[in-house]
């Protein structure tokens, strides 16, 4: 099992690396990758340096991408073509996406959440066809949430969804969450 996160300048440092913390304690393989260089700075000035380059990537050798917010970080996510192709394969394959905050917005004007339940960072609700007001948000092989606060639940929603419920409730457990 092999995820993808994806980080852009402007990134949410919560919800990226809630989720990748959360996944590796669960045994899954994360690599983070930069969508312009080795060193992406966050909304609020942590420095991250990725595992990839985008550019280095293979989309086969992935089983699911998750999008972090932040502003513009899912800005300038939604601004890689190389993304968005991917993004629309996984979603022809059937592969698990996830996007929380403000990037669940790209699945929806790429087309991927038309006829899908989704939630989405409050008051951007409209920019959905079918918004939920919840934390996480699963329709068949997307799952999405509302932002820094429900991060770990989201990550752990990919954790079952990935690997199981009682792996995802063990781990609840272990994380106190």
């Given at each position: 099992?092999?995820?993808?996160?994806?980080?852009?300048?402007?990134?949410?440092?919560?919800?990226?690396?809630?989720?990748?913390?959360?996944?590796?304690?669960?045994?899954?393989?994360?690599?983070?990758?930069?969508?312009?260089?080795?060193?992406?700075?966050?909304?609020?000035?942590?420095?991250?340096?990725?595992?990839?380059?985008?550019?280095?990537?293979?989309?086969?050798?992935?089983?699911?991408?998750?999008?972090?917010?932040?502003?513009?970080?899912?800005?300038?996510?939604?601004?890689?073509?190389?993304l968005i192709e991917m993004l629309k394969k996984f979603n022809s394959q059937n592969k698990?996406?996830?996007?929380?905050?403000?990037?669940?917005?790209?699945?929806?004007?790429?087309?991927?959440?038309?006829?899908?339940?989704?939630?989405?960072?409050?008051?951007?609700?409209?920019?959905?066809?079918?918004?939920?007001?919840?934390?996480?948000?699963?329709?068949?092989?997307?799952?999405?949430?509302?932002?820094?606060?429900?991060?770990?639940?989201?990550?752990?929603?990919?954790?079952?969804?990935?690997?199981?419920?009682?792996?995802?409730?063990?781990?609840?457990q272990e994380l106190v969450a």
């Open positions: 099992m092999k995820v993808m996160v994806p980080l852009a300048e402007g990134f949410e440092e919560v919800e990226a690396l809630t989720v990748v913390d959360v996944l590796r304690r669960a045994d899954i393989q994360v690599d983070t990758v930069g969508v312009i260089g080795s060193v992406i700075n966050s909304a609020h000035g942590v420095r991250v340096m990725v595992d990839k380059r985008l550019s280095e990537v293979l989309q086969s050798d992935y089983d699911a991408i998750i999008l972090p917010g932040g502003n513009p970080g899912y800005i300038n996510l939604s601004r890689s073509g190389q698990l996406i996830g996007a929380i905050c403000g990037a669940p917005s790209i699945l929806a004007k790429e087309g991927l959440l038309d006829n899908k339940r989704a939630t989405i960072f409050p008051g951007n609700e409209k920019l959905l066809a079918y918004p939920r007001d919840k934390p996480v948000v699963i329709d068949g092989n997307i799952i999405t949430s509302q932002g820094p606060g429900t991060a770990m639940e989201f990550a752990l929603r990919i954790v079952e969804k990935l690997l199981g419920l009682d792996k995802a409730q063990k781990l609840k």
